[in-house]
Each structure stands twice: as C-alpha cells, then as structure tokens.
C-alpha cells in the first residue's frame, strides 16, 4: 500500500475514536492491498472503494460504537 493517502481521507480518520480507527485502517491496509487499481475517496462524509465505479465503503456513526460496511452493487443494464 505504498501510496500517499488522501489529505481528506486523513482528515477522516484522524477524527475517529482510537477503536475505529485501528479498524477502519486494517480494513484499508486489506482492501487497497488486494489490487492496485483500487482508489479510495470520501463520498457522502464516508470512506469509499472504488474500482470500476463505487465498491465498498465505511460509515461512521458518532452514536454507535462499530462502524458501517457498506457494499454497492452496479446497476444491470
């Protein structure tokens, strides 16, 4: 994952709890690590995947202790 992150991907985690952050960065470490061609970006205040269009992305609530998977699925034509 030798990239350099993102200013506003920093931003992101920095303001998360010590918990999620811990998580939020392995999951990132694994995603980006499976294939080069994934980006990352913050879309709608969440951290996204994106390869070929939107693919994952992690929702942080600030009245929950856990943060949110989410997964996008394309639209069939």
Not at 23 to 32: D, N, P
Not at 52 to 67: C, E, P, S
């Amino acid at each position: 994952m030798g990239k350099r992150m993102n200013t506003k991907i920093k931003e992101l985690l920095d303001k998360l709890p010590a918990h999620k952050l811990t998580l939020a960065s392995k999951v990132r470490s694994i995603v980006l690590g499976v294939h080069e061609k994934i980006k990352e970006d913050i879309k709608w205040g969440d951290l996204t995947f994106i390869y070929k269009g939107n693919m994952a992305a992690i929702g942080n609530h600030d009245t929950v202790d856990y943060l949110i998977p989410f997964f996008y699925l394309k639209a069939q034509d």
